[in-house]
């Protein structure tokens, strides 16, 4: 069964940093496009940047700079680098994967970020 289990959410104050990860697993071939999708109470989810096998990448214009998407393969796993965050990124944060024609989500990790 695959699966995608997302970590490293938490409290933080505004002009911190988190580091989230998504490990994978239940999938010989590996996941094609990942991205990381957050949604906050009220909204819409949407897409905070994903990034294909082969390393290229793709933002929310208004997380450039701030953000930074990397996976490693061999491991399996998928990051996200959160930099000097705002309480307006205060969300849930998803993790989001294709194998082929199929999605996966992982089950979301909570981001708080106090002002």
């Known amino acids: 069964q695959v699966q995608l289990v997302e970590s490293g959410g938490g409290l933080v104050q505004a002009g911190g940093s988190l580091r989230l990860s998504c490990t994978s697993s239940?999938?010989?071939?590996?996941?094609?496009?990942m991205g990381w999708y957050r949604q906050a109470p009220g909204n819409q989810r949407e897409l905070v940047a994903s990034i294909l096998r082969g390393g290229t990448t793709n933002y929310a214009d208004s997380l450039k700079g701030r953000f930074s998407i990397s996976r490693d393969n061999a491991a399996n796993t998928l990051y996200l680098q959160m930099n000097s965050l705002k309480p307006e990124d205060t969300a849930v944060y998803y993790c989001n994967g294709w194998i082929g024609i199929r999605q996966y989500w992982g089950q979301g990790t909570q981001v708080t970020v106090s002002s």
């Open positions: 239940g999938s010989s071939s590996g996941f094609g496009l």
